[in-house]
């Protein structure tokens, strides 16, 4: 039997992961102005840019032994470690970079990278954690009433019950605490980003952004690595950078807001005004 108190932890972290941005968005959106489009570049652009362009790399670079080890981490663990905190970064701040290159032409102000956050920390969050919760819990509601059978008897499955079963139930709610801190080094990011694309003279916040990911993403390197083995351990290393990270991207967007550099420079006004004017001539 999977412990009730597991189910409970797995409702909660899926609620999170599925809630946390929606509720985000809905409390921002006056705040900040915060826009549909904008989220929905952060939603595609990190399913093209995370689960598939990286996924294409990691074919390459972490494809498994016969034995099923990785040789990059079984050979060299510091080369593998480096990769696996500087690849993530790579791909994901460049697309942002590119996306808010794109979207700085009709959109202005802080809400921009606020919108493209949630939608790239939320659908990471949902995809990752959402559905891993919810597909946990149906599950377990199989395994308690008695019908584990129709799962299957494929020894995978058997492997999967039993870590269900066994699991400490504080692990389940450990998915949905992680993802808060996630969500929150996403729009940060995304934040930091923004200013490097429209603010003049800020375009090393872009590599600065990538270097904060991989510091971000270090402690869960080391457990892949296996050097750190305590979940727990993780999600405090996690939340320090974290919160650092979270910080530094507040403290550049008051400095942006109190210099009224949101909308910059001219050359991007003179952008959005020709786009603007297309518009209407092909009205």
């Not at 499955?157 to 699991?167: E, K, L, P, R, S």
Request: with cysteine; charged share 15%; proline share 4%.
């Amino acid at each position: 039997m999977v412990p009730q108190l597991s189910i409970i932890f797995m409702s909660i972290s899926a609620l999170i992961a599925v809630g946390l941005p929606v509720a985000i968005f809905l409390i921002w959106r006056k705040k900040y102005n915060l826009k549909i489009i904008p989220m929905l570049f952060g939603i595609i652009a990190f399913v093209m840019f995370a689960l598939v362009f990286e996924q294409i790399l990691h074919s390459f670079v972490l494809r498994p032994n016969p034995d099923g080890s990785i040789g990059l981490l079984t050979e060299n663990p510091a080369l593998f470690i480096l990769y696996a905190i500087f690849a993530a970064g790579v791909f994901e701040e460049t697309a942002r970079f590119i996306s808010f290159h794109i979207l700085k032409r009709r959109f202005d102000g802080i809400g921009t990278g606020l919108s493209y956050g949630i939608g790239h920390g939320g659908i990471e969050a949902i995809l990752i954690a959402g559905l891993a919760m919810v597909s946990n819990i149906l599950m377990s509601v199989t395994i308690n009433s008695g019908n584990a059978a129709i799962l299957g008897n494929d020894p995978a499955v058997f492997a999967q019950i039993n870590t269900m079963i066994n699991t400490s139930p504080a692990l389940f709610l450990a998915s949905g605490f992680e993802r808060i801190i996630a969500v929150s080094v996403h729009i940060s990011l995304s934040m930091l980003v923004w200013c490097s694309v429209k603010v003049k003279g800020k375009l090393w916040l872009y590599p600065a952004a990538i270097l904060l990911h991989a510091v971000v993403n270090l402690a869960p390197a080391f457990y892949q690595a296996g050097i750190i083995q305590s979940i727990w351990l993780i999600e405090v290393l996690i939340i320090i950078p974290a919160a650092l990270v979270a910080y530094f991207a507040y403290r550049v967007c008051m400095i942006m807001q109190k210099e009224d550099i949101s909308t910059t420079t001219a050359e991007d006004k003179t952008e959005r005004e020709k786009v603007s004017a297309n518009e209407g001539q092909s009205k």
